[in-house]
């Protein structure tokens, strides 16, 4: 059964040597000055060393769980248009009745001010 | 649903209609509680509709009917065990139906009255329909668990209207004595469902009673045991009938509803009900004749020392009950049956008049405080009476029929039903088992009959006799008879219904021989014999015709002779300087009668003391430092695993979750390992 | 057609999840508490309505066989849809007296409900996940309403967090399922059960997600936590219909999916549910607070039904539903009236101490908490005996007498702390005087409809009981008796 996992090895394999090969390379053609500013993890811009209770604006975490239920949206839609010949139009009904439920939770979301960033006007004034 | 459903239902559903309706309606309004009327129309019509129903189920029943059932719905079922909520009207039921839907209307009718100036006026009447229909529930179920449902809610009311007045611990303590009394009496009861259940398989009375042979003889006797011994708790017999005097605390109407008229007869229904078993165990029928003897002549001497008027009637009922099992001890079922119904009209009527007496009496008290006069009696003290019969004429009149009729005079009820059952204890005296004793029983029953003509007659004459006492008595309340009145119609009126029952009652079971006599064929004018033929398994009355006519004029005498006696002492009203003569003649006798065979502190010694005196001297430090210990361990430890667990309900939801992974490893390992 | 045919064995709830999106639509437009209210009431009322007659229906599949109708699946939506009714029916009165209530409410508890409905009428592992986790997810905000309560807070994130994590164990045992058999449909999962250890661990795993949903002991820490920080009647909701649903779920799983010889599968559920009964009833006696009280009580309630589960007859799952039902009614009773006593200004009458005297003081309230704390208790002529003498004769004739015997004395225990409020009401003088506030209409005979069915089918429950008997004489557990 092992030979299953071979592909699987031989991508490892060459990631793990292909990271090295690179690092070794910059590492030896490049200049090097290190500093603190320079030897920091990059994360999008954030630091990521600091006060695990950091306070974030409540908004972010709105947007974040909306944008992920409509990220969950197009995971669904993707597989079903391309099965759709297969499916037949029956499904058609289906994804719209789905489509439709989300849209009202668009509405209730756009309407409670949950996408305002101004916070005064939003759900939790 | 057809309609003998309908109707069945309705006679069960309307008292619990009426219940629900004042109960509910004056726990939650209090504008509902005053409103007396109406609660008193409400609880009188949801009796006297069953009543009339009643009436019609009766007419359309001959004596040859096959009984009617009625399934309402199945209570439990459980693999082959089912109980099912049913009914069964055939002439036994629908005879004592009869009896609680119309003596118990004409109480209700009665309580309007006499219960007005109530503050728990809506409760009562609630009580009083709940009671009527558990009564009804008993009479009328068609297996034995629902009978024992209906066994313990007459139980249950009688506890709740006892200590009715609860503000006053007498009363409670008196409710609480009849409620132990009578659990010593259904937990024999229920053993003795237990075990027909064990044998039969089932608990329908059809079944039981066509499957007895069953029942291993060994087996049949303790059934029929048990259910004696649990109705020697309801219906007040040796050993366990020391409650039903103290029951008195509660209000009259209910002492006459309940204790006279319809509960205590509970034991003699059950026992009729299931008489084809009974009969076949000659020796439980010895033992039920030869307690109800015992009562009947033990509840009558204590009857005629005492003063207080509806003690007086409590053992008299007492005593009464125990006729009715000498009755059943002697395989008349039909007689017992025909005594509850005579006994009903009387004694209901005989407390009811007694409760006009007493009404009249407490406002006599009443209106001489409002003179400004301080003065205290016990208002149920014959004593302070005397010379009624002038004041209140339709009290004495009804009274003195009822006291005529319990005595045992031709032709009113009490007689002919009385003499039904000395001639069967005299017949069961040739009946082939312990005859010799079944003899000396009847010379009890003959006693009693005496003293009952002549202790009833002492209560009648020390009443309503002579001058009114009072005054004497009390020298503040000179003048006090002006305050005395008859009572309002709504209570004379149940009164005088409950007279002309009581006169024409006994026409029930005019005996046979009476017409055979003359006619020289056999004949059957006794109507209740011809009603319940079906149904209950008498012995055959095999005495010859001249031995019957003996035997009723020898009662006749007594009876007149009592009568006679009692006229003589007490005639002039003078009742506690005969009292004495009485003291002085039988001298012990008499202090042993006064002092109630000392029952209450028998009990006492033999088996509240020495549990107390044991449980001071010897058992105290075993029990503090053992059973307490035991007990306070058990109870410490339970707690204190509530306690300790709850400190594994942190709070903190990390270890909330440890302990979610700690269950999946037990489950995972449970089925892997 | 056959879309027409689905719609339908499923019409309660499209029914109750269109109301849901409905309500959802007027909340966010305008603040109309009234017709929001009206439109879950009725939609509840005509879910419950057809869900009954469903029950009296024939039985079968729809939806490419992920659900089933009729039956068992009829009578779990039917107590699921009562338990919602109801909590409804109280809500209003008690959101608006401690002003809190928002439109959210009824469609959270409306979608809740939808997800019920297709966890009790699941076929196929996939449907029993969605519909757990719609209806937990609801709850969870559901808990924490109230904004600005941290007690409430603190109740919904605990709940989210464990439920999340329990729910990963209810996945993963599905995915173990579903590669030990191939398949999601519980009747071919039950065709390709084996004794291996993936299918073993992969059912325990599923198990042990439920036994979180049921709150069986150790997985029913969240409970009290929870349960004191929700709104009282939302309490209840969660109490009873999200409690009777995933016990049917459990139910079906178990009757349908597991065959009993694969593993020990009923010393498990015997373990678990002596665990639970024990714990439960202990933890309740130590109990100060009422709602934490009756959340003990609830974990107990749930050991009894495990043992119903545990006798695995049909005998004993009859049981275990009229249980359900019992508790549904029993139990929103009792919350109902503790969301009377607590919406009174002054004192905290979640605290059992604070009950002293009450019960003459408003005597219908008093009267109610008796009657449901007395079913509760489990005394004739309530229905809580009944329930509880099915689930024990089924556990006597199964042949768990020691679990018979465990739950017997368990009952007796629970006696002490059921009937300690009832001493406080009225064996005890008032110690301060409290003015209580008159209940509105609805309110008090909502109750007094619960009241009246708690000695309603205390007595007259032979009818239910041979409905719930006849649904495994019919074909529907060919599975489970056929093996």
Same mark, same amino acid.
């Given at each position: 059964?092992?030979e299953?996992?071979?592909?699987?090895a031989i991508l490892a394999?060459?990631?793990?040597?292909?990271?090295?090969?690179?690092m070794?390379?910059s590492?030896?053609?490049?200049?090097?000055?290190?500093?603190?500013?320079?030897?920091?993890?990059?994360?999008?811009?954030?630091d990521?060393?600091?006060?695990?209770?950091?306070?974030?604006?409540?908004?972010f975490y709105?947007?974040?769980?909306?944008f992920?239920?409509?990220?969950?949206?197009?995971?669904?839609?993707?597989p079903?248009?391309?099965?759709y010949?297969?499916?037949?139009?029956?499904?058609?009904?289906?994804?719209?009745?789905?489509?439709?439920?989300?849209?009202?939770?668009?509405?209730?979301?756009?309407?409670?001010?949950?996408?305002?960033?101004?916070?005064k006007?939003?759900?939790?004034? | 649903?057809?309609?003998?459903?309908?109707?069945?239902?309705?006679i069960?559903?309307?008292?619990l209609?009426?219940?629900?309706?004042?109960?509910?309606?004056?726990?939650s309004?209090?504008?509902?509680?005053?409103?007396?009327?109406?609660?008193?129309?409400?609880?009188?019509?949801t009796?006297?509709? /069953?009543?009339?129903?009643?009436?019609?189920?009766?007419?359309?029943?001959?004596?040859?009917?096959?009984?009617?059932?009625?399934?309402?719905?199945?209570w439990?079922?459980?693999?082959?065990?089912s109980?099912?909520?049913?009914?069964?009207?055939?002439?036994?039921?629908?005879?004592?139906?009869?009896v609680?839907?119309?003596?118990?209307?004409?109480?209700?009718m009665?309580?309007?009255?006499?219960?007005?100036?109530?503050?728990g006026?809506?409760?009562?009447?609630?009580?009083?329909?709940?009671?009527?229909?558990?009564?009804l529930?008993?009479?009328?179920?068609?297996?034995?668990?629902?009978?024992?449902l209906?066994?313990?809610?007459?139980?249950?009311c009688?506890?709740?209207?006892?200590?009715?007045?609860?503000?006053?611990?007498?009363?409670?303590a008196?409710?609480?004595?009849?409620?132990?009394?009578?659990?010593?009496?259904?937990?024999?009861?229920?053993?003795?469902?237990?075990?027909?259940?064990q044998?039969?398989?089932?608990?329908?009375?059809?079944?039981?009673?066509?499957?007895?042979?069953a029942i291993?003889?060994?087996?049949?006797?303790?059934?029929?045991?048990?259910?004696?011994?649990?109705?020697t708790?309801? +219906?007040?017999?040796?050993?366990?009938?020391?409650?039903?005097?103290?029951?008195?605390?509660?209000?009259?109407?209910? +002492?006459?509803?309940?204790?006279?008229?319809?509960m205590?007869?509970?034991?003699?229904?059950?026992?009729?009900?299931?008489?084809?078993?009974?009969?076949?165990? /000659?020796e439980?029928?010895?033992?039920?004749? *030869?307690?109800?003897?015992?009562?009947?002549i033990?509840?009558?001497?204590?009857?005629?020392?005492?003063n207080?008027?509806?003690?007086?009637?409590?053992?008299?009922?007492?005593?009464?009950?125990?006729?009715?099992?000498?009755?059943?001890?002697?395989?008349?079922?039909?007689?017992?049956?025909?005594? *509850?119904?005579?006994?009903?009209?009387?004694?209901?009527?005989?407390?009811?008049?007694?409760?006009?007496?007493?009404?009249?009496?407490?406002?006599?008290?009443h209106?001489?405080?409002?003179?400004?006069?301080?003065?205290?009696?016990?208002?149920?003290?014959?004593?302070?009476?005397?010379?009624?019969?002038?004041?209140?004429?339709?009290?004495y009149?009804?009274?003195?029929?009822?006291?005529?009729?319990?005595?045992?005079?031709?032709?009113l009820?009490?007689?002919?039903?009385?003499?039904?059952?000395?001639?069967?204890?005299?017949?069961?005296?040739?009946?082939?088992?312990?005859?010799?004793l079944?003899?000396?029983?009847?010379?009890?029953?003959?006693v009693?009959?005496?003293?009952?003509?002549?202790?009833?007659?002492?209560?009648?004459?020390g009443?309503?006799?002579?001058?009114?006492k009072?005054?004497?008595?009390?020298?503040?309340?000179?003048?006090?008879?002006?305050?005395l009145?008859?009572? /309002?119609?709504?209570m004379?009126?149940?009164?005088?219904?409950?007279?002309?029952?009581?006169?024409?009652?006994?026409?029930l079971?005019?005996?046979?021989?009476?017409?055979?006599?003359?006619?020289?064929?056999?004949?059957?004018?006794?109507?209740l014999?011809?009603?319940?033929?079906?149904?209950?398994?008498?012995?055959?009355?095999?005495?010859?015709h001249?031995?019957?006519?003996?035997?009723m004029t *020898?009662?006749?005498?007594v009876?007149?002779?009592?009568?006679?006696?009692?006229?003589?002492?007490y005639?002039?009203?003078?009742?506690?300087?005969?009292?004495?003569?009485?003291?002085?003649?039988?001298?012990?006798?008499?202090?042993?009668?006064?002092?109630?065979?000392?029952?209450d502190?028998?009990?006492?010694?033999?088996?509240?003391?020495?549990?107390?005196?044991?449980?001071?001297?010897?058992?105290?430090?075993?029990?503090?430092?053992i059973?307490?210990g035991?007990?306070?361990?058990?109870?410490?430890?339970?707690r204190?695993?509530?306690?300790?667990?709850?400190?594994?309900?942190?709070?903190?939801?990390?270890?909330?979750?440890?302990?979610?992974?700690?269950?999946?490893?037990?489950?995972?390992?449970?089925?892997?390992? | 057609?056959?879309?027409?045919?689905?719609?339908n064995?499923f019409?309660?709830?499209?029914?109750?999840?269109?109301?849901?999106?409905?309500?959802?639509?007027?909340?966010?437009?305008?603040?109309?508490?009234?017709?929001?209210?009206g439109?879950?009431?009725?939609?509840?009322?005509?879910?419950?309505?057809?869900?009954?007659?469903?029950?009296?229906?024939?039985?079968?599949e729809?939806?490419?066989?992920?659900?089933?109708?009729?039956?068992?699946?009829?009578?779990?939506?039917?107590?699921?849809?009562?338990?919602?009714?109801?909590?409804?029916?109280?809500?209003?009165?008690?959101?608006?007296?401690?002003?809190?209530?928002?439109?959210?409410?009824?469609?959270?508890?409306?979608?809740?409900?939808?997800?019920?409905?297709?966890?009790?009428?699941?076929?196929?592992?996939?449907?029993?996940?969605?519909?757990?986790?719609?209806?937990?997810?609801?709850?969870?905000?559901?808990?924490?309403?109230?904004?600005?309560?941290?007690?409430?807070?603190?109740?919904s994130?605990?709940?989210?967090?464990?439920?999340?994590?329990?729910?990963?164990?209810?996945?993963?045992g599905?995915?173990?399922?579903?590669?030990?058999?191939?398949?999601?449909?519980?009747?071919?999962?039950a065709?390709?059960?084996?004794?291996?250890?993936?299918?073993?661990?992969?059912?325990?795993?599923?198990?042990?997600?439920f036994?979180?949903?049921?709150?069986?002991?150790?997985?029913?820490?969240?409970?009290?936590?929870?349960?004191?920080?929700?709104?009282?009647t939302?309490?209840?909701?969660?109490?009873?219909?999200?409690?009777?649903?995933?016990?049917?779920?459990?139910?079906?799983?178990l009757?349908?999916?597991?065959?009993?010889?694969t593993?020990?599968?009923?010393?498990?559920?015997?373990?678990?549910?002596?665990?639970?009964?024990?714990?439960?009833?202990?933890?309740?006696?130590?109990?100060d607070?009422?709602?934490?009280?009756?959340?003990?009580s609830?974990?107990a309630?749930?050991?009894?039904?495990?043992?119903g589960?545990?006798?695995?007859?049909?005998?004993?799952?009859?049981?275990?539903?009229?249980?359900?039902?019992?508790?549904?009614?029993?139990?929103?009773?009792?919350?109902?009236?503790?969301?009377?006593?607590?919406r009174?200004q002054?004192?905290?009458?979640?605290?059992?101490?604070n009950?002293?005297?009450?019960?003459?003081?408003?005597?219908?309230?008093?009267?109610?908490?008796?009657f449901?704390?007395?079913?509760?208790?489990?005394?004739?002529p309530?229905?809580?005996?009944?329930?509880?003498?099915?689930?024990?004769?089924?556990?006597?004739?199964a042949?768990?007498?020691a679990?018979?015997?465990?739950?017997?004395?368990?009952?007796?225990?629970?006696?002490?702390?059921?009937?300690?409020?009832m001493?406080?009401?009225?064996?005890?003088?008032?110690?301060?005087?409290?003015?209580?506030?008159?209940?509105?209409?609805v309110?008090?005979?909502t109750?007094?409809?619960?009241?009246?069915?708690?000695?309603?089918?205390?007595?007259?429950?032979?009818?239910?009981?041979?409905?719930?008997?006849?649904?495994?004489?019919?074909?529907?557990?060919?599975?489970?008796?056929?093996?």
């Amino acid at each position: 059964m092992f030979e299953n996992y071979l592909p699987i090895a031989i991508l490892a394999g060459v990631a793990v040597v292909l990271a090295i090969l690179l690092m070794t390379l910059s590492r030896v053609l490049g200049p090097y000055r290190p500093n603190k500013t320079k030897l920091d993890p990059y994360e999008s811009g954030m630091d990521p060393v600091g006060d695990a209770a950091n306070r974030y604006s409540i908004s972010f975490y709105l947007v974040a769980i909306a944008f992920i239920v409509f990220d969950v949206e197009v995971v669904f839609v993707y597989p079903w248009a391309v099965s759709y010949l297969d499916f037949g139009p029956g499904t058609l009904v289906s994804m719209i009745i789905f489509i439709l439920e989300l849209y009202v939770g668009l509405i209730y979301l756009i309407k409670k001010g949950a996408l305002d960033w101004d916070l005064k006007k939003g759900m939790f004034n | 649903m057809d309609s003998a459903t309908t109707l069945t239902s309705l006679i069960i559903a309307l008292p619990l209609l009426g219940f629900l309706v004042n109960g509910l309606l004056g726990l939650s309004s209090k504008s509902f509680r005053q409103r007396k009327a109406l609660i008193g129309t409400i609880a009188n019509l949801t009796v006297f509709i /069953p009543f009339a129903i009643a009436v019609y189920f009766f007419i359309n029943m001959g004596q040859d009917s096959a009984p009617i059932f009625v399934e309402l719905f199945t209570w439990i079922e459980v693999g082959s065990f089912s109980v099912d909520i049913a009914y069964q009207l055939d002439q036994l039921s629908i005879l004592m139906t009869l009896v609680v839907t119309g003596v118990g209307f004409l109480i209700h009718m009665y309580s309007v009255g006499y219960m007005w100036e109530d503050e728990g006026y809506w409760k009562f009447f609630a009580y009083l329909n709940l009671f009527i229909f558990a009564m009804l529930n008993l009479v009328m179920a068609d297996n034995l668990l629902l009978l024992f449902l209906g066994w313990e809610g007459v139980g249950l009311c009688s506890y709740l209207l006892i200590g009715f007045w609860y503000t006053d611990m007498a009363n409670s303590a008196a409710g609480s004595k009849a409620f132990w009394y009578n659990r010593v009496g259904d937990f024999a009861f229920l053993v003795a469902m237990f075990l027909t259940f064990q044998h039969v398989g089932s608990l329908d009375f059809d079944i039981i009673l066509s499957s007895l042979e069953a029942i291993p003889a060994d087996d049949k006797f303790w059934i029929a045991f048990l259910m004696f011994i649990g109705a020697t708790g309801k +219906s007040a017999q040796i050993p366990l009938f020391v409650w039903l005097p103290d029951a008195m605390a509660g209000p009259t109407s209910v +002492s006459a509803l309940i204790h006279a008229a319809t509960m205590v007869t509970s034991g003699i229904y059950l026992i009729s009900r299931m008489s084809a078993m009974f009969v076949m165990s /000659p020796e439980v029928m010895m033992i039920i004749a *030869v307690i109800g003897a015992l009562t009947a002549i033990v509840a009558a001497t204590i009857a005629l020392t005492q003063n207080d008027i509806k003690r007086v009637l409590a053992y008299s009922t007492v005593s009464q009950l125990g006729y009715m099992f000498l009755a059943l001890g002697s395989g008349a079922f039909t007689a017992a049956m025909f005594h *509850v119904v005579t006994h009903a009209f009387f004694k209901a009527l005989l407390f009811l008049g007694s409760g006009s007496v007493i009404h009249a009496m407490e406002h006599v008290e009443h209106g001489l405080h409002e003179e400004g006069k301080d003065v205290h009696f016990d208002p149920q003290d014959m004593r302070f009476m005397g010379g009624l019969k002038e004041y209140m004429p339709s009290t004495y009149k009804t009274f003195l029929i009822a006291t005529i009729a319990i005595a045992g005079i031709p032709p009113l009820a009490g007689f002919f039903s009385k003499d039904e059952i000395l001639a069967f204890t005299f017949n069961a005296g040739f009946a082939g088992f312990a005859e010799p004793l079944y003899m000396v029983l009847w010379g009890v029953g003959i006693v009693t009959a005496f003293l009952t003509a002549f202790y009833m007659f002492r209560l009648t004459f020390g009443t309503f006799n002579g001058e009114f006492k009072l005054p004497e008595k009390i020298s503040e309340a000179a003048g006090a008879e002006k305050h005395l009145h008859e009572s /309002p119609k709504s209570m004379t009126i149940p009164l005088w219904t409950l007279g002309g029952l009581s006169v024409v009652g006994g026409f029930l079971g005019v005996p046979n021989f009476l017409l055979s006599t003359f006619t020289h064929q056999e004949e059957h004018i006794n109507l209740l014999h011809n009603w319940l033929y079906n149904v209950t398994a008498d012995y055959e009355l095999g005495l010859s015709h001249s031995v019957e006519w003996i035997l009723m004029t *020898v009662s006749i005498f007594v009876a007149v002779g009592g009568v006679y006696t009692a006229y003589r002492m007490y005639g002039s009203g003078a009742t506690e300087e005969s009292d004495a003569k009485l003291a002085d003649r039988f001298g012990v006798f008499y202090e042993t009668w006064k002092e109630k065979y000392s029952l209450d502190e028998f009990y006492e010694g033999l088996v509240v003391h020495p549990i107390v005196r044991w449980s001071d001297k010897g058992l105290a430090k075993f029990d503090m430092k053992i059973v307490d210990g035991v007990v306070n361990t058990v109870g410490g430890v339970v707690r204190l695993f509530g306690s300790v667990f709850r400190y594994v309900q942190t709070g903190v939801t990390s270890s909330y979750a440890l302990a979610l992974v700690l269950g999946v490893i037990l489950v995972l390992s449970m089925l892997i390992l | 057609m056959d879309y027409l045919h689905d719609i339908n064995a499923f019409l309660p709830g499209v029914i109750v999840a269109l109301a849901g999106l409905v309500t959802i639509t007027i909340d966010a437009y305008k603040n109309d508490h009234g017709s929001i209210y009206g439109l879950t009431v009725f939609s509840l009322l005509a879910g419950l309505i057809l869900s009954v007659m469903d029950m009296f229906g024939p039985v079968g599949e729809a939806f490419t066989g992920m659900i089933t109708y009729g039956g068992v699946s009829a009578f779990g939506s039917s107590v699921v849809l009562f338990g919602a009714l109801f909590c409804v029916l109280i809500s209003r009165e008690y959101l608006s007296a401690i002003d809190h209530e928002y439109g959210e409410v009824y469609s959270l508890l409306l979608i809740a409900t939808a997800g019920m409905l297709g966890l009790v009428s699941a076929n196929n592992l996939i449907m029993i996940f969605i519909g757990i986790e719609t209806m937990s997810i609801c709850l969870y905000v559901l808990a924490g309403i109230i904004k600005g309560q941290k007690i409430g807070a603190e109740a919904s994130l605990k709940y989210f967090l464990l439920g999340a994590f329990s729910t990963g164990f209810l996945l993963y045992g599905m995915a173990l399922l579903y590669g030990a058999t191939g398949s999601l449909y519980l009747t071919e999962i039950a065709e390709g059960a084996s004794s291996d250890l993936l299918f073993i661990a992969g059912a325990a795993l599923l198990l042990v997600g439920f036994f979180f949903k049921v709150s069986a002991v150790p997985f029913h820490m969240w409970t009290p936590d929870v349960y004191q920080g929700t709104p009282t009647t939302i309490t209840a909701y969660m109490a009873t219909a999200s409690k009777s649903a995933a016990f049917v779920a459990l139910l079906i799983v178990l009757s349908k999916m597991i065959p009993a010889e694969t593993a020990n599968w009923a010393g498990v559920i015997e373990v678990i549910a002596i665990l639970t009964m024990v714990m439960g009833n202990l933890i309740a006696i130590v109990q100060d607070n009422i709602k934490r009280m009756l959340a003990y009580s609830s974990i107990a309630h749930a050991g009894y039904l495990l043992v119903g589960l545990a006798a695995g007859t049909p005998e004993g799952y009859s049981a275990v539903l009229f249980y359900l039902f019992a508790y549904t009614i029993m139990n929103i009773g009792a919350f109902g009236v503790v969301a009377y006593y607590e919406r009174q200004q002054g004192l905290d009458f979640t605290d059992i101490n604070n009950y002293v005297g009450l019960g003459f003081k408003k005597p219908l309230m008093g009267v109610l908490l008796s009657f449901f704390l007395f079913s509760l208790v489990g005394i004739p002529p309530f229905v809580g005996f009944v329930g509880k003498y099915l689930i024990f004769a089924a556990a006597i004739n199964a042949g768990y007498i020691a679990l018979a015997v465990i739950l017997a004395l368990a009952s007796a225990a629970s006696v002490y702390y059921y009937l300690r409020p009832m001493v406080y009401m009225y064996f005890k003088d008032p110690h301060k005087d409290v003015p209580l506030v008159r209940s509105g209409i609805v309110f008090r005979s909502t109750l007094v409809v619960l009241a009246a069915l708690t000695l309603y089918f205390g007595i007259a429950f032979g009818d239910l009981h041979n409905l719930l008997s006849s649904f495994y004489t019919a074909d529907w557990v060919t599975h489970l008796v056929g093996q």
